[in-house]
C-alpha cells in the first residue's frame, strides 16, 4: 500500500524523464532509487550514511545508470545547476535548525537547472498530529535519538518561497492505508489506492496528510499539482 499511495506518486510529481540527470537528496536504502533509475538519463543518489549507501547499492543491483556519492545533504558537492531534477524524500524532517534546513533548500535550488524541478516530502503536522502526536522529537534508534520536526503548511511555504517562485503542496497518506487493510483484507487495496490518490489531489489533503508533498519548479508552475 505505501508503493502506491506514497512512493509512486512522490516519483510521478517529479516527472522524470529519459534525458533527465536527476540527483535523489537522503536515498537511504534505496526505497525510491530504483524507480528512478529505470526511468532516467542518470540517477546520483546521495547519502550521509556509507552504511545506507551500500544498501542502496543492493537495492539497486543492475542498474547501470546510478552513482553513489556520501554527501551532506546542505554542502552539495557537485555544480551550480548540475541536474534537471531532484527528489528528496522524508529527509528534511530530520534537519535539526532552521540555519541547515535553510541551507538544505538553498543547496537543492543551487544544484538544479534554471528550469529545474524539485520535489520533496517531509512529516506534516497534521490535524491529527495535533491531537496525539509531537511536532518536535526523536525517534529511538540502534545510533541513538534521530530528530524530526513535522512541518505545517505555512512553514513549507515559507522555506520554500525563498528560492523557487512556483510550487505546489499537497498531502500524502491522508487514510490510514494499513489499518484498513488489515480490517477488510488486501481486496480493499485498489479502492483505498484510489481513494487516497483523489484525496491527496484536493485541499483537503493539506489538512490531513500524513505527509507534505512539495512540487518546485525554478521557473514554471507545478502545473502536475495545481
Known amino acids: ?24 537528496i537522503g536515498c537511504g536504502t534505496g526505497r525510491i532509487t ?3 533509475a529505470t526511468r532516467a538519463a542518470w540517477v ?29 545533504a546542505t554542502h552539495l558537492p557537485f555544480r551550480d545547476g548540475a541536474f534537471e531534477k531532484s527528489l528528496s524524500a522524508e529527509v528534511l524532517e530530520h534537519v535539526p535548525t532552521p540555519a541547515t534546513r535553510e541551507a538544505f533548500i538553498s543547496e537543492a535550488a543551487r544544484t538544479l ?8 516530502t517531509a512529516y506534516h503536522d497534521s490535524l491529527l498530529m495535533r491531537l496525539v502526536g509531537k511536532r518536535e522529537g526523536t525517534h529511538e534508534g540502534p545510533g541513538g535519538g534521530i530528530y524530526y520536526r513535522r512541518f505545517t503548511v505555512r512553514e513549507m511555504r515559507t522555506l520554500l518561497a525563498a528560492r523557487f517562485p512556483e ?20 481486496s480493499s487495496v485498489p479502492v483505498l489506492v484510489a481513494l487516497e490518490r483523489w484525496l491527496s489531489r484536493t485541499p483537503l489533503s493539506r489538512l490531513t ?16 499539482y495545481n
Open 1 to 24: 500500500v505505501l508503493e502506491a499511495v506514497e512512493v509512486m506518486p512522490t516519483v510521478d510529481a517529479l516527472q522524470p524523464g529519459p534525458r533527465d540527470r536527476i540527483l535523489e
Open 34 to 36: 530504483r524507480h528512478l
Open 44 to 72: 546520483v543518489a546521495c547519502d550521509l550514511s556509507r552504511a545506507s549507501l551500500i544498501a542502496c547499492r543492493g537495492k539497486a543491483r543492475g542498474t547501470a545508470r546510478l552513482s553513489l556519492v556520501q554527501a551532506d
Open 113 to 120: 537547472a534554471p528550469d529545474g524541478r524539485l520535489v520533496l
Open 167 to 186: 510550487f505546489a503542496l499537497h498531502g500524502l497518506r491522508n487514510l490510514p492505508g494499513r489499518t484498513v487493510e488489515r480490517w477488510l483484507g488486501p
Open 209 to 224: 496528510g500524513h505527509l507534505l508533498l512539495a512540487v518546485a519548479d525554478k521557473t514554471r508552475a507545478a502545473l502536475m
